[in-house]
């Protein structure tokens, strides 16, 4: 499998401007948690899936935020509008229900600049 | 709630040092716990992991982790260290992982 798969890598935006960040998990997981992290705050949970359902969204910011996971092998962050203190390296993870789960594998991250 | 304390925010050692980096959890009851690593540039990947049984666990690279109940702790520990472990390490808990603010280990050569 090739793991988790985020894109962009890199996506840099202007304030006020829509951001669609993108997430492909391992096949076969149910879960799927978005991270931000920042020098500030250090690694945030946003929000996470359980078999394309919202769980947990108490660590969205603000309305601006927003996720989706329309099927098993599909997320969206999306941010809008943007911001400039939304600059932050995101962070897309999934994980599997099952002896030897609870154990998250992290995408390689997408590092958002909002100028 | 449940919260994860690392009191190290970073550690500078030479090669070959002794390393142990602390990690406190506030929760009552059974818990899963993770040691995770990040590597300048790159993304987070699972150092060690402790679900139950013997409470010294072995991970990659030489790393290893001792959880003792009755202190909430769970510290991480590597007997010589090496330049190429220069990383942030985070240590965490359950499943919906709560993450420390991680530890900046920077290892002189």
């Known amino acids: 499998d090739a793991g988790v798969i985020q894109s962009p890598r890199h996506e840099v935006t202007e304030m006020g401007q829509e951001v669609t960040l993108r997430c492909k998990p391992i096949?076969?997981?149910?879960?799927l948690f978005w991270y931000r992290q920042t020098m500030m705050r250090g690694l945030e949970l946003l929000i996470y899936?359980?078999?394309?359902?919202?769980?947990?969204d108490s660590g969205m910011p603000e309305d601006r935020f927003s996720a989706k996971m329309p099927n098993a092998s599909f997320s969206t962050l999306k941010i809008q509008p943007s911001e400039p203190r939304d600059s932050a390296v995101y962070f897309c993870?999934?994980?599997?229900?099952?002896?030897?789960?609870?154990?998250?594998?992290f995408g390689a991250g997408t590092r958002l600049s909002v100028l | 709630a449940q919260s994860v304390s690392q009191h190290n925010h970073h550690v500078i050692l030479s090669e070959a040092a002794s390393l142990e980096l602390g990690c406190n959890y506030s929760?009552?009851?059974?818990?899963?716990l993770f040691w995770y690593v990040q590597y300048p540039g790159q993304h987070l990947q699972l150092l060690l992991k402790?679900?139950?049984?013997?409470?010294l666990v072995k991970g990659i690279k030489g790393f290893e982790a001792e959880f003792i109940k009755s202190k909430f702790s769970f510290n991480l520990r590597k007997p010589s260290v090496q330049w190429s472990d220069t990383a942030e390490y985070f240590c965490?808990?359950?499943?919906?992982?709560?993450f420390g603010s991680g530890t900046q280990l920077t290892v002189l050569p």
């Open positions: 993870a999934s994980s599997h229900t099952g002896a030897g789960g609870n154990i998250q594998y």
């Open positions: 096949s076969g997981h149910d879960y």
């Open positions: 899936f359980n078999n394309n359902v919202p769980i947990d």
């Open positions: 929760y009552g009851g059974t818990v899963n």
């Open positions: 402790y679900f139950s049984g013997d409470p």
């Open positions: 965490a808990v359950e499943r919906q992982l709560t």
